[in-house]
């Protein structure tokens, strides 16, 4: 990583500490299509917080007398068969979607983060038995390995989390492996090397730190994955088993039904969906770009 | 230790590198002592094999490629190639450190000196963070960086080149090593805070009687910090002597080649620089014969097909291998004279450099005149002499024309 050498004298005090994490900060504000991104993973998570206050109606209650009513001012994104407010539904929907998302790249990256790291920080034997592992698994398909995982293990939003989990570990896997293999070749893991560092110091403070940029990227876009895969399972019928759910994929599959008669009831979940994935793909595009050194301007 | 035996003594070594295109013999035996407090500098160009006998000493070669296939390294009484990768790691830092070349990338960027400085001190000593950051504080004053108690809390990123070089320097001394190796340690930075840094070095590897090896490829840069110097070429040590003897009396053609590409400023005026025709040789094959022979002007018949042993200048005298009084050695068939060395290439009369056998690479033209003017004019010189006036144009196709000589060694060498 080559930085411009400033002059100590006059870098030192003037211009504070920012360090890596400063300027890729600084970097990421000036980049408009991360601040869109920015602002739509905002809509999103605090549509989902604040669910129970801005929602007009509980997302399971109506009447048939209203069913399948037009946007109104009442309804502002209308009513579903059941007469419930479709707008209540979609606030709620999304705290199902932030909470299955985030939890599945949580564990997605705790599990693929520590077969990339034994691998790659280990390497040899163990590194190759775990990438064939990994090479299977990212020969199924991702929604078909989800699919399979949720008709294995029954229905439920844990079973779904652990499925989407289960998709992106071995992209985790990866990047960690890949950038903690160019990392022990680097100068200073060498120079920490010649000085003394254990191995498990060198992974640890010295390789791991410095690999968590490529994966902090892949998280952002993986929630943009994992919340398209969730409403996916939902849409093919694998959703929460409690069919009240406000689920934005079942949500989707349910207006199917109706769709001359209530067209809005297919338009709002789908850009409910579309709308958190492209925030998180924008934010994560962005990140990758203030956060590479090569993109540096 | 007895005072007798030296704090590190080499044995033989060699380092070999499986590569997908073949194997690299990357050091062939090398021997070398060296004694507390001593500087001995390595000299040679690029890929001779000086950095890899460097890391090889504390085994931090490339893996899985790099591979030490035999020889011992005995410090302080104990072989470092049968070491526990534990009890090396015991040394590293401790009894020996490293300083590299590049001091951009040689610090970890996410972490700041002071996490890296007291780090190092930790791994070693037991002691709590406050005395191990006073000791940070203690060595980046030792090495000049100004204000250290608030430099402390930088990033690598917020020093210059030379700055990093320093902290380098403060954190391989942390722990008063008793060998420090600096492999190419100014070369990534400017000439005027070259000067600086090697002082530095000198003056605090004198202050704790710290031996030093120097790894350079510059001769200029040796002159002033060692006080012996072994020459390689092609993972071999072709001259070995001390500093002042090696000045006075270069006497492989290697070395004298090196100092007649090095513009001086007491020479003659108009005096040519003498370029090292030629490449060095591809390390995927051992060399049969002297591995300088391809680029020699001296060679003998015999150079194609024996390799040259290490042996005193003068035949019979016992050998010493470190200190002010270590012998003369070298490794060659034909040793130029004193005139020669003046000269940079052979005068003896109606000398010619013998011709390579069939399948041997000759980077310096066979049948090279000796006594004549050197290089690319010399020889249209000879030929001029013996067939008349030359045509340069490309009609002239049918004569022999020598290769255009490659500039490869103004002093200082460059990575291809």
Redesign the interface.
Known sequence: ???P?????I???ARA?R??WGDAVRRLVRNRPALLGLFFIAVFVLAAIFAPFLAPYPPNEGSLVNRLQTPSREHIMGTDLQGRDEFSRILYGAQVSLVAGVSSVVVGVLIGGTIGALAGGIGGKVDSVLMRVVDVMLSIPGILLAIGIVAWLDRGLPQIIFAVAIVNVPIFARILRGSLLSLR????V??????????S?LLL??ML??SLTPLIVACTLALATAIIDVAGLGFLGLGPPDPRTPEWGTMLTDSTKFLRQAPWLLFFPGAAIVISAIGFNLLGDGMRESLDPRMRR | MTASAPLLSVQDLVVRFRTHEGTIHAVNGVTFQLDEGERLGLVGESGCGKSVTNLALIRLLPQPAGRIEGGTVLFDGQDLTQLREDELRAIRGRDIAMIFQDPMTSLNPVLTIEEQMVETIQAHKEMPKADARARAIELLNLVGIPKPETRLKSFPHQFSGGMRQRVMIAMALALAPKLMIADEPTTALDVTIQAQVLELLRDLTDESRTALILITHDLGVVAGMTNRINVMYAGFVVESATTLDLFAEPSHPYTVGLLHSIPRLDAEEDEPLVPIEGRPPDMRHAPTGCPFAPRCRWRLETCWSQNPTLLPMIAGTPVVMTGAAATHRIACHNRPTAEDRVAGRPLAPGFMAAPAPPGAIDEVGAGHLGGTPDGFEGLVNAIQAEEGPISMAPSAGALPLPPEPEHHNDGVFHDD
């Open positions: 990583m080559t930085t050498a400033i002059p100590v004298a870098q030192s005090d500490s360090g890596l070749e680097s100068d200073y060498t120079a920490s090397r010649s000085l003394g560092a254990s191995g110091r403070r010295h730190p410095n």
